[in-house]
């Protein structure tokens, strides 16, 4: 490039046009060389999340977010993620070995990480220490040890570590905490939560067998083959399982919503339809947690199957006065008033809620209108606020970059996710020991 026309300048300039923006020629120019928004980023672990977390980014449409270098063992997924960049002008690096990134990109201030999570540990704590800030994937570690690591290498930097519960940064379930459960508390005492992810069953994920890695490569990095590198969340030491790769999403809103840590956990679970060789972790898994809170006590159950897909995943919090059930999707998001609750009408027109939609009746039999026990179904009260069109984990990005540009708080800092840890791999070893386990206060602070 021609002297006074650096990479970093270039890049700029070329950035928003790729994610689809127009820019004025003076817009431009005033942002053509680096300034405090300006936020240089790597990407470590390019496989399903990590194209999730890009595509989010560049859905974010922000010029001043650079993706400036790529890194994962995997040359497939490497090379995949590089090119879609570049065809959004991030012209970047790429690079197998992290430690090589890290000292050779000298222009880094944030890495976000979604590499398997028995890697999430030593990588978010070197990136930590080299001066940087992160964004990791959830879980924080398949370890508690790992986890530790990771939030005392964030305060002992002083350098940002958010956490990837997105629905943490969700308007629609922020709107849910604050208003709902808080300012109108229109589910009154909340005493039971039910919640689930269920997923059909499926066969495990393949590889195109000319981008087989070498042994070599997959020891290197502590994998036995491709079917454990591409399967890992299904391996104990690599992942968790399902109840860590999906239910650690939901009982983190658990934590949240009750404003508690829970104090027990009772679990059962196995392997009951994979094979075991290929799925050490448990296909199915129900657990049963019990909060005590301020109000009293809380009941709370969460099931995770991998073998049907039935009603998808949601969470539902039921109080003496009324019902939330919520989910990521859009689809979902009601509340539903007891008939012995004081009407919601002050609360419609404050905009908390929305009035319900008139539905539609099927006309009653003659059984039905004999029998007095058939009780109408309550209204279904609709939610105010959507997530519009941004992606699921946009707005967590959003709130990450704004905190490292020092204009907000981050909505999952290190210590939430590590309570969040806490409590989710608690249910494999409860599963394992086939009785109930107890929590201690201590168990949630490092």
């Known amino acids: 490039m021609s002297e006074g026309i650096n990479r970093r300048n270039f890049l700029f300039s070329t950035a928003a046009a790729g994610a689809g923006m127009v820019l004025s020629p003076q817009a431009i120019a005033k942002a053509g060389a680096k300034n405090k928004d300006t936020i240089n980023v790597a990407i470590l672990g390019c496989g399903a999340q990590g194209q999730v977390l890009m595509d989010a980014c560049l859905a974010m449409q922000d010029p001043n977010v650079r993706f ?3 890194c994962d063992i995997w040359a497939y997924n490497q090379r995949r993620v590089s090119r879609t960049l570049k065809a959004y002008k991030h012209i970047n690096n790429t690079y197998e070995d992290f430690q090589e990134m890290l000292e050779k990109e000298k222009d880094l201030d944030a890495v976000i990480i979604a590499t398997p999570d028995f890697w999430h540990s030593p990588h978010t704590v070197a990136c930590l220490k080299k001066g940087l800030h992160v964004y990791c994937e959830k879980e924080m570690s398949n370890t508690l040890a790992g986890a530790r690591a990771m939030v ?4 002992e930097t002083g350098k940002l570590l958010q956490i990837g519960h997105q629905r943490r940064s969700n308007p629609r379930y922020i ?5 709902l459960i808080n300012e109108s508390q229109l589910l009154g005492r909340i005493t039971t939560v039910n919640g689930q992810w269920n997923r059909a069953a499926k066969p495990d994920l393949g590889w195109p067998k000319k981008y087989v890695m070498d042994q070599a490569t997959l020891g290197k990095y502590g994998f036995k083959d491709m079917l454990q590198f591409r399967n890992w969340r299904w391996y104990k030491g690599l992942g968790g399982g399902p109840i860590v790769d999906l239910g650690s999403h939901q009982i983190d809103i658990y934590n949240w919503f009750l404003g508690a840590h829970p104090k027990s956990v009772t679990a059962s679970g196995g392997t009951d339809y994979y094979e075991k060789k290929s799925h050490e972790w448990y296909d199915t898994v129900m657990a049963i947690f019990e909060y005590e809170t301020k109000k009293g006590m809380v009941r709370a159950f969460y099931q995770t199957i991998t073998t049907n897909s039935s009603q998808g995943y949601f969470e539902t919090f039921m109080g003496d006065k009324g019902t939330l059930q919520i989910s990521e999707s859009s689809s979902r998001g009601n509340i539903y008033r007891e008939p012995s609750a004081p009407e ?11 009035e319900p939609k008139e539905e539609e009746k099927p006309e009653a039999d003659e059984d039905t209108l004999l029998d007095s026990r058939e009780t109408p179904a309550p209204p279904a009260y609709e939610l105010p606020v959507s997530m519009g069109k941004k992606k699921y984990h ?12 020092g204009k907000a708080k981050l909505n999952c800092p290190a210590e939430d996710g590590y309570e969040s840890a806490v409590s989710v791999l608690k249910v494999n070893e409860a599963v394992e020991a086939r009785r109930t386990l107890n929590f201690k206060p201590e168990d949630f602070k490092v």
């Open 394 to 405: 946009q707005p967590h990005l959003e709130n990450f970059f704004a905190a490292v540009r």
């Open 344 to 354: 919601w009408d002050k609360w419609v027109k404050m905009g908390i809620i929305n």
């Open 68 to 70: 400036v270098a790529v």
């Open 152 to 155: 005392k290498a964030a305060k």
């Open 175 to 179: 709107h849910c905490y604050e208003k």
